[in-house]
């Protein structure tokens, strides 16, 4: 018969009462952070009292922690630090702006006052902005579909290429990856020079092959087709690699067993490699689709936004950098990120939809 | 068989998928292929070796080499490595002494702030991965979620609060504060992608130590992490491309003393007016991916060796 070794458990800890001092309660600790940090910011000046609640803000979550740890509840005790440099790199600004998209404020101003949703309303109906705002995003719709089905194809491609173990795979791959590693300031402005009429490679081997001058950044359609060829260039490695990664880890004896058993390889792909790599492509999917959305700094330095390129994202820096009006850049930036959430759900809800299927 | 093997068959295309054996007529495809998307990158390595009256030449000089008499003499150029010299001390205008550029600084601006943020995210990261993945909590989801949330707002949004903030608190222009927002920057990544290779082990073997008696640290540190090392690997390498070449947050939030060489590099190439310094651009830019080029490359085993050594999968 089998015997378990016999497991002690310790018996879970009662939480503290309200006073008493122990340093997993988190009660007590909460209230005096409370308390201390709020008289230290009405008293004292504001990189002093930075610190203290700093230290303050540290007190509270070593009481969390030892609270967390003595009830076993470790979830939250792996989860707490990752979060916290979110809360107070990325959360804590975005409801910043969130607030800030409610007041009139420009950056280069000190006036500040509430104006509730009329920043949402000026940039949705207003004549002169909404029509810019509304043509801009189309364009970065446009965008999106363009740069990630282009990466998504070239990407699987390439990584169907390397799929296999072959004499000098490791170095070819390294150079597939590198346009991903350069910079986009020196690969946008070596695009610049690529594209250009006078001086660029391309101007210049088309010309000798056909004559006349070709200017490719002439039309809009030349001059999508620039930017997104630039972007699925530099991106497609990324797909790529995720996808590789899915197709690598597909256990051998899976074919294996389907060659015996004679298996198309259309099917195969379905029912076999699909699986392994479906993970893996929609999280590629859904980072490219978050990062089109994003799409800017290509534009700013291939067209400027000329040529009718104009992305909401370079429209938002033009808006909130170069005219100072913040809060309304702010106002845009939520109905951007309201849309991107739309379509980030429907893509985790077709995943998981599919997930529970198989 | 025999019959029924095609030339594509032949050269080593014989099964589709899977980490299996291809012949050298797999290699010249790839390598063909590779070679056409690597172009690009090959032109601005050797703009950094041209010399700079070279740089906007009609026709364009393509290589520095004939290759034997297979390119004609007006693409080739004399091969210089004065670029490299004129990326960390320069003349400036009217003559005189060559002065500093302070970009040996700034190169070690970018690794220290780089390594230090990614690894941090990579620690962080993947002890959250792991909490989700293996203890989730009340509304995983919705965690997960507002976590992915943080990479979807333009940078230019978050960054307006970050700087009023970090001037509240005097972390605009030291290494903490930008380290701490490329952590940041960093997180949302690495805690989705290793959340989906934690969640592709199979728990068997976790269940058997746990029932043997191993703590929860044990499992997690002897068992668990052993399986993902090529999911850290990959994670580590995105995050390094993406910090080592981020442009805005640095632009903004660094000093001048702890400029990144993306920002430098934007400045150094425009300023003075004559319009682009392109022997300068590509000298930079061709020492700049040196160190992240060697760090994929060291780490490219790791990043495709199939995570399958005789565990149970799911």
Redesign the interface.
């Given at each position: 018969m089998l015997v378990l070794p016999p497991v002690s458990v310790p018996s879970l800890r009662t939480s503290p009462t309200l006073l008493e001092i122990s340093a997993d309660n988190w009660r007590l600790a909460s209230l005096v952070g409370v308390v201390v940090s709020a008289l230290a910011v009405a008293a004292l000046p504001a990189d002093v009292a930075f610190w203290i609640v700093g230290a303050l803000v540290a007190l509270v979550a070593v009481a969390f922690v030892v609270n967390a740890y003595r009830r076993r509840y470790y979830g939250g005790l792996l989860v707490a630090p990752a979060i916290a440099v979110l809360f107070a790199m990325n959360i804590f600004p975005l409801l910043w702006s969130l607030g800030l998209s409610f007041f009139a404020y420009q950056s280069n101003r000190q006036s500040i006052w509430f104006v509730g949703l009329n920043n949402y309303i000026k940039v949705l109906t207003n004549d002169i902005a909404a029509a810019d705002n509304w043509h801009a995003l189309i364009n970065t719709g446009m965008f999106v579909v363009l740069t990630v089905s282009a990466q998504m194809i070239v990407g699987f491609m390439l990584a169907m290429l390397f799929a296999k173990q072959f004499p000098l795979r490791k170095y070819l791959l390294i150079l597939v990856l590198t346009p991903m590693m350069l910079s986009v300031v020196a690969s946008g402005v070596f695009f610049t020079y690529y594209y250009d009429p006078t001086f660029g490679i391309l101007s210049y081997a088309i010309n000798s092959i056909a004559g006349g001058q070709f200017i490719l950044m002439d039309s809009k359609a030349g001059a999508v087709a620039g930017i997104v060829f630039a972007d699925a260039w530099m991106w497609s490695p990324f797909v790529m690699l995720l996808v590789l990664a899915g197709l690598v880890s597909v256990p051998k004896y899976l074919y294996e067993a389907a060659a015996i058993d004679r298996v198309s390889a259309w099917r195969r792909f379905w029912t076999i490699t699909f699986p392994y790599i479906r993970g893996l492509l929609m999280l590629a999917l859904l980072f490219r689709t978050i990062e089109a959305f994003k799409l800017a700094d290509l534009v700013i330095l291939l067209t400027k936004g000329g040529n009718d390129t104009m992305t909401i994202s370079y429209h938002l820096i033009r808006i909130a950098n170069e005219q100072n009006k913040t809060s309304e850049g702010a106002a845009i930036s939520y109905i951007m990120l309201f849309m991107v959430i739309v379509l980030t759900n429907l893509y985790l809800y077709l995943a998981n939809r599919r997930t529970r299927e198989s | 068989m025999a019959a029924d093997t095609s030339i594509w068959q032949r050269i080593?295309f014989r099964?589709?998928?899977?980490?299996?054996?291809?012949?050298?007529g797999?290699?010249l495809?790839?390598?063909g292929?590779?070679?056409v998307?690597?172009l690009?990158?090959l032109?601005?390595i050797f703009?950094a070796i041209k010399p700079q009256a070279l740089a906007?030449?009609?026709?364009?000089t393509l290589s520095p080499t004939s290759l034997f008499g297979l390119i004609p003499d007006q693409f080739v150029f004399t091969p210089t490595l004065e670029n490299f010299s004129s990326v960390f001390s320069r003349v400036m205008t009217g003559g005189g002494q060559p002065e500093p550029t302070g970009f040996d600084r700034f190169f070690f601006n970018s690794i220290v702030i780089a390594s230090a943020s990614v690894l941090l995210a990579l620690i962080?990261?993947t002890?959250?991965a792991?909490?989700?993945s293996?203890?989730?909590?009340k509304g995983n989801d919705t965690?997960l979620?507002?976590?992915?949330?943080?990479?979807?707002?333009?940078?230019?949004?978050?960054?307006?609060?970050?700087i009023?903030?970090f001037r509240?608190?005097?972390l605009s222009g030291s290494y903490l504060g930008i380290i701490?927002?490329y952590?940041?920057?960093n997180?949302?990544?690495t805690?989705?992608?290793m959340k989906?290779f934690f969640?592709?082990l199979s728990t068997d073997v976790e269940d058997a130590a746990r029932?043997d008696?191993s703590s929860?640290t044990r499992v997690f540190l002897k068992i668990c992490l052993p399986q993902v090392v090529?999911?850290l690997a990959?994670t580590f390498?995105?995050g390094l491309?993406l910090t080592?070449?981020e442009?805005l947050f640095a632009l903004l939030v660094t000093g001048p003393d702890t400029r990144t060489?993306?920002v430098a590099?934007?400045q150094a190439?425009s300023s003075g007016g004559r319009g682009?310094d392109?022997t300068l651009?590509?000298a930079?830019?061709t020492l700049?991916?040196i160190p992240?080029?060697l760090v994929?490359?060291f780490l490219?085993?790791h990043?495709?060796?199939?995570?399958?050594f005789g565990t149970v999968?799911k």
């Open positions: - | 080593g099964r589709s998928f899977g980490v299996a054996e291809a012949g050298w797999r290699t495809v790839v390598a292929v590779s070679f998307y690597f690009p990158v032109f601005i703009t906007l030449s009609v026709p364009p962080l990261g002890l959250a792991y909490g989700f293996r203890y989730p909590l965690y979620f507002i976590i992915l949330t943080t990479r979807m707002l333009p940078a230019i949004v978050v960054i307006i609060p970050v009023l903030m509240a608190v005097g701490l927002l952590t940041a920057f997180l949302a990544f805690i989705w992608m989906s969640d592709e029932i008696g929860g090529a999911g990959a390498v995105f491309i080592w070449n442009f060489v993306p590099m934007n190439v682009t392109w651009l590509a930079i830019e700049f991916l992240v080029f994929t490359f490219q085993e990043l495709l060796r199939g995570v399958t999968r």
